[in-house]
């Protein structure tokens, strides 16, 4: 029997998903979310480009991954300005206030503090597990 671990992470996202479109808050996470991937594209890139002097590839060849690193980073800036601009959008917006209680009020009656403690432990040991995170610097 195969794991489900894939299909359970999915849904736990879509739930994820779902409750920040509640709040409006779906387009920021989806949007960092790109904005990560182009950031960890920019430490690939420089990890090339570091192997190609290593391995003696040529200055072509540094060149081009160390260039590919810089345009990568400059799209992942401004995708985290987007991202910014977004939030402070929606933080701006009347019904904010109403949001954030809310959003107390039920993080209180269902247990948030140990659903949150639970949450870090779990996104740790995901880190911990996951190669995706290999190129974290350390």
Known sequence: MGCNCGTRREEARDKELEALDAVGLREVCEHSDWAMQIAFDAIRSLNKSDRA???????????????????????AR???????ETLDARVGRDDWQG?????????????????LNDTRAQARAGLLDDDAYRLLPG
């Open 53 to 75: 002097v290593v391995l003696g590839l040529g200055d072509d060849v540094v060149r081009h991954y160390g260039q590919e690193a810089e345009r990568h980073n400059r799209s």
């Open 78 to 84: 401004r995708q985290f300005s987007a991202v910014i």
């Open 99 to 115: 949001v954030v209680e809310q959003t107390r009020r039920a993080f209180e009656e269902r247990d948030g503090a140990q659903l």
